[in-house]
C-alpha cells in the first residue's frame, strides 16, 4: 500500500472517528453512514486525482464536485437536472433545507429527531470537515494542521452536547487523529527505503541483536507519547473540581446542582431544585407522551412520595423494594364500588433527563420497561436499581383513573388503625397556630372530606395566598408558619402546609413530587417540560385510597370529586380503556406528507415504535436489532485477538499431517515446520534473520532464546532436516517434526518473563506477516491494474492515430 493511500484512509478513519462525537445528538443516527458513504467518493476523487496526477487546486475541486454531486442525488434528486447536477431548484431547495434543519436544531432537545434538515447539516458538515482534512493531510501532506477541523468538528458536539461529549468519543476522536499522524510519519520514514519491522527483546549480553533499531524509535516514540497524553487529557478532568447536576435543570452550588444549558438533568433529592426549576426563563422537555385517555388534565405523573415529616423536612421512609411484577398490587384502600376507567399511557424520557424515580400516573396498575428497576409497595413507585435512570426510557403504563363521588368521600369510614397512626404524625416542633389555623378554616364541616375540601379551597380561592416562586423555600415548620402569616410562595409550600394542616385534623396525608399533565401537542401527544415540575397533597379515605388534591393557586387542575359537581354512577365492573383519536402510536405506517419530524420521532410515521420500545405494546425490542448489537459487539471485542486467532490458525496449519507423502510434499512440510519455529523464536523476541544458513540460525536462535537440554537439541535436529532438504541430492525426510517444534516452543516459553510470554499468546510479533501479505496483494493488484491500464491507454491511442491517418 502507497503512502498516500495510507494517508487517504487515514483521513477518511480520523474525520468518521472525529464525527463519532455527534453521534448521540441525533436519534437514529443512520445519518453517519451516508456521511460515510460520501466521504468515501470524495477521498477516492481525491485518490484519482492524484494518481493522474492534476495540479492541487485542481484536485480540490475535483473533490469538491463529487461532494456536490453526491450530496445532490441523497437531498436535491427530484430538484436536480438529471437527477444529479444541481441546478437553480436544487440549490433553493438545499437551502430551503438547511434553513429547515437549523430551526429543528432550536427546536429539539437532545436527542433530536432525525430529520431531513437535520440530516443535511450532519453529513454536509461533516463531508466539509473530511475535505478539509483529506487536503491538507493527503494533497499538501501537512497532517498536524489537519487536527484543527478535525478539533473543530469534535468541539461543536461537544458544544451541543452540553459542554462535553463524553470521554469515549473524545479517547475516538484523539485516537483517529493519532492514527493520521503517524500514518504519515511512516510516508515520510518510507522515503529514506525500506522500514524494516520485528520488536526486538531487551539487549542481552553477548545479544547480537539491537532493541529495536533507529528506523522504529520515531514510531515508537510517537505512539507512546500520544498514548501518554491521551491519557493525561482522560485523567486530569477526574482530578480537578467540576460543578455537578442538580435534580431537573439548572442549579447552582450548595449542594444543589445543576446543568449548563442543554446539559443532564439529575438528581438525588426530588425536591433539592424544584424552586429553581420552576424559576427557569427558558422551558425544556423531559419527557413526552401518548394516551387513551380523552382528559389528560388529571394525569399527574408521580415521582414519589413524601410520607415522613420531622419538623425539618418532608421525606420518603426508608422500606424494603422488590422486583417489579408483572401486574402490580391493587391500590390500598379502593372499593370495587367506585366508579374507574383504565388509561394506557406510552412514554418517551429525553436523554437529557435523569431521575431515579419513574414518573408515572397513580395508581399504576402495570409497568413495561427494560432495565434494572424495583418496585416499591407502599408508595407504588419503581426506583432504578444502581445507575439506572429514566435517561431516554421507553416505556408503557395502565394505570386507573378513579373517580369517586363526593357522597362516597363524604361517607368514607375510619382508616386502618396502622395507617392512621403512620400518617397523621406531625413533630412536637409543629407550632400551635398551624392546628388553631387548620380549625378555623375547616370550622362546620361534618366529615374529613369536607374538612380536605375546605382546606383546598382555602388555599387556592378563598385565603388570599399568591403563588410566587420567587419567596425563599423552606420545608421546615417555621416555613409553613411563615407560609401561613405571609401568604406567598410555592407548591411546595402550599402541599407542605395543606399536609401538615391535614394530619394535625387527623386525616392521613402525604405529600407527591412529579410533573403536572403536561401541554398537548398539536399531533395529540402530550409534552412534559421541567417547569411542569410539581408538589401536590395526597389525602387518604377509605373506600377510595390515597387521592389527590390541589392547593396551589393556577397551577394545575382541582379534581372532579372536589367540585360540586361530580360523577354520578356505582362501580363500572371491569376497568376498559376509552378508545380516542390520540389513544395508541399507530403501529402503520402513513405515507402522508405532513408527518411532522416530531410525529417521526415518536414513532407515527412508520414501523419505528413510539414509546415503550419497538413495538407500542410494550413487548420489548426487535429481536434482529438485538441480535445485530450483539453480533456488532462480539465483532469489536474479537478485533483485539485476531493476531491471536490468526497466528494460531497458522501454527495449526504448518504443524498438521499434511495431504501427501510424496518427496515435495514432506520437503514442503519440513520448511513449513522450520518457518513455525523461526516465527514462534519471533513471538518470543528473536527477529529472524533471512541471511543466515539454517545452521547458523539454529545457533542463533538457541543463544538468544536462552535455550537449554532437549529444546536446545531440537532446534538442532530441526535445523540439519532443513538443510538436509535444501542441500541433498536425494533427501531423507525426518519424522517427528511437528513434536521437535513443540518442545522448542516449549522452551522459549520457559526462559521467557511473564510480558513476553503473554505477548507472544495476545499480539504475536510474527502476525505482521499477515499486514505483509495483505500489502504485497495489493500491490500486485494494483501492478497488474497499472498494466492494463496503460495496455489499454496504448491501443486507444494507436486506435487514435491510425484513425487520424487514414482520415487525412
Not at 234 to 262: D, E, H, I, M, R
Not at 312 to 321: A, C, D, E, Q
Not at 326 to 347: C, H, K, Y
Not at 481 to 489: N, P, W
Request: aromatic fraction near 8%.
Amino acid at each position: 500500500m502507497s503512502g498516500r493511500t495510507r494517508l487517504t484512509l487515514a483521513a477518511w478513519g480520523a474525520t468518521l472517528m472525529a464525527a463519532g462525537a455527534l453521534l448521540p445528538l441525533v436519534k437514529p443516527a443512520t445519518w453517519i453512514f451516508t456521511a460515510a458513504f460520501v466521504l468515501a467518493l470524495v477521498s477516492g476523487a481525491g485518490t484519482l486525482a492524484r494518481r493522474v496526477p492534476l495540479a492541487r487546486p485542481l484536485t480540490l475541486l475535483a473533490q469538491v464536485a463529487v461532494a456536490l454531486l453526491a450530496l445532490t442525488v441523497i437531498f436535491a434528486r427530484d430538484q436536480a437536472v438529471l437527477w444529479l447536477i444541481p441546478g437553480p431548484q436544487a440549490l433553493t431547495h438545499a437551502v430551503d433545507l438547511f434553513q429547515t434543519g437549523a430551526e429543528d436544531v432550536g427546536r429539539y432537545a437532545v436527542p433530536a429527531p432525525d430529520t431531513e434538515g437535520i440530516r443535511l447539516m450532519l453529513v454536509g458538515g461533516v463531508v466539509a470537515i473530511g475535505l478539509l482534512v483529506d487536503t491538507l493531510a493527503v494533497t499538501f501532506r501537512r497532517a498536524a494542521p489537519a487536527g484543527l477541523p478535525l478539533l473543530a468538528l469534535y468541539s461543536v458536539a461537544a458544544g451541543l452536547s452540553g459542554g462535553g461529549a463524553g470521554w469515549l468519543w473524545f479517547l475516538l476522536a484523539a485516537s483517529g487523529y493519532l492514527l493520521l499522524l503517524l500514518a504519515e510519519g511512516r510516508d515520510r520514514l518510507s522515503q529514506w527505503g525500506r522500514v524494516f519491522g520485528g520488536a526486538q527483546r531487551s539487549a542481552r549480553p553477548g545479544s547480537t541483536v539491537g532493541s529495536g533499531g533507529p528506523a522504529f524509535a520515531p514510531a515508537r516514540t510517537g505512539r507512546r507519547i500520544g498514548a501518554v497524553a491521551m491519557g493525561v487529557a482522560l485523567a486530569v478532568p477526574l482530578a480537578l473540581p467540576g460543578l455537578s447536576g442538580g435534580l431537573f435543570g439548572n442549579g447552582s452550588g450548595g449542594g444543589k446542582g445543576g446543568t449548563g444549558p442543554g446539559g443532564t438533568i439529575s438528581a438525588v433529592n426530588p425536591l433539592v431544585s424544584l424552586q429553581e426549576n420552576l424559576r427557569q426563563p427558558e422551558d425544556r422537555e423531559v419527557l413526552r407522551y401518548r394516551t387513551n385517555a380523552r382528559d389528560t388534565s388529571g394525569l399527574y405523573l408521580r415521582l414519589v412520595a413524601l410520607d415522613q415529616f420531622d419538623g425539618t423536612s418532608w421525606k420518603s421512609s426508608v422500606r424494603p423494594i422488590e422486583d417489579v411484577p408483572e401486574q402490580l398490587p391493587w391500590p390500598e384502600g379502593l372499593a370495587q364500588d367506585v366508579r374507574i376507567t383504565e388509561v394506557t399511557s406510552n412514554f418517551v424520557a429525553s436523554d437529557a433527563y435523569e431521575q431515579k424515580w419513574l414518573p408515572m400516573p397513580y395508581p399504576a396498575g402495570r409497568v413495561d420497561i427494560d432495565g434494572k428497576w424495583r418496585f416499591e409497595p407502599t408508595g407504588r413507585m419503581l426506583v432504578g436499581d444502581g445507575k439506572q435512570t429514566t435517561r431516554g426510557a421507553r416505556y408503557q403504563v395502565s394505570s386507573l383513573d378513579v373517580q369517586p363521588t363526593s357522597g362516597q368521600l363524604a361517607a368514607a369510614g375510619p382508616a386502618p388503625e396502622k395507617l392512621r397512626r403512620e400518617y397523621t404524625k406531625v413533630p412536637e416542633s409543629l407550632p400551635a397556630d398551624v392546628k388553631a389555623m387548620a380549625l378555623e378554616v375547616t370550622k362546620g364541616a361534618r366529615n374529613d372530606y369536607e374538612r380536605a375540601v375546605k382546606l383546598q379551597d382555602w388555599f387556592a380561592d378563598d385565603g388570599g395566598f399568591r403563588y410566587d416562586v420567587d419567596v425563599d423555600s423552606g420545608t421546615g415548620v417555621q416555613a409553613i408558619s411563615r407560609f401561613l402569616k405571609d401568604k406567598e410562595g410555592f407548591c411546595v409550600h402550599f402541599s407542605f402546609s395543606m399536609a401538615a394542616m391535614a394530619r394535625s385534623l387527623g386525616i392521613p396525608a402525604r405529600v407527591a413530587v412529579g410533573f403536572m399533565p403536561g401541554t398537548t401537542q398539536t399531533d395529540g401527544s402530550v409534552s412534559v417540560g421541567i417547569r411542569d415540575a410539581h408538589a401536590w397533597p395526597e389525602l387518604y379515605f377509605d373506600g377510595a385510597g390515597w387521592m389527590r388534591f390541589e392547593p396551589t393557586p393556577s397551577r394545575g387542575s382541582t379534581p372532579a370529586y372536589t367540585r360540586e359537581s361530580t360523577p354520578s354512577g356505582a362501580a363500572t365492573g371491569p376497568a376498559q380503556p376509552q378508545q380516542s383519536a390520540s389513544a395508541q402510536p399507530s403501529a402503520a405506517p402513513t405515507a402522508s406528507e405532513s408527518c411532522t419530524p416530531q410525529q417521526r420521532r415518536l414513532g407515527d410515521c412508520g414501523p419505528d415504535a413510539a414509546a415503550g420500545g419497538a413495538t407500542s405494546d410494550g413487548s420489548g425490542s426487535d429481536p434482529l436489532k438485538v441480535v445485530l448489537l450483539s453480533l456488532g459487539a462480539l465483532v469489536v471485542l474479537a478485533l483485539p485477538f485476531l493476531p491471536m486467532f490468526w497466528r494460531t490458525r497458522v501454527r495449526a496449519r504448518r504443524l498438521g499431517p499434511g495431504g501427501g507423502r510424496g518427496p515435495e510434499e514432506l520437503a514442503a512440510r519440513t520448511l513449513a515446520v522450520w518457518r513455525e519455529i523461526t516465527d514462534t523464536a519471533w513471538d518470543y523476541g528473536v527477529e529472524p534473520d533471512e541471511s543466515m544458513t539454517p545452521r547458523k540460525t539454529a545457533e542463533r536462535l538457541v543463544r538468544l532464546g536462552e535455550l537449554r537440554g532437549e529444546p536446545a537439541d531440537a532446534v538442532h535436529r530441526v535445523a540439519g532436516a532443513v538443510e538436509e532438504v535444501l542441500y541433498a541430492p536425494r533427501p531423507v525426510p525426518a519424522a517427528g517434526l511437528a513434536e521437535e517444534a513443540a518442545r522448542i516452543r516449549a522452551g522459549l516459553h520457559a526462559s521467557a518473563d511473564g510480558r513476553s510470554r503473554l505477548r507472544a499468546r495476545l499480539a504475536p510479533r510474527s502476525a505482521v506477516r499477515l499486514r505483509w501479505a495483505a500489502s504485497e496483494r495489493w500491490s500486485s493488484v494494483t501492478s497488474v491494474w497499472s498494466l492494463r491500464r496503460h495496455a489499454l491507454l496504448s491501443r486507444v491511442s494507436a486506435t487514435f492515430r491510425r484513425t487520424s491517418r487514414e482520415a487525412g
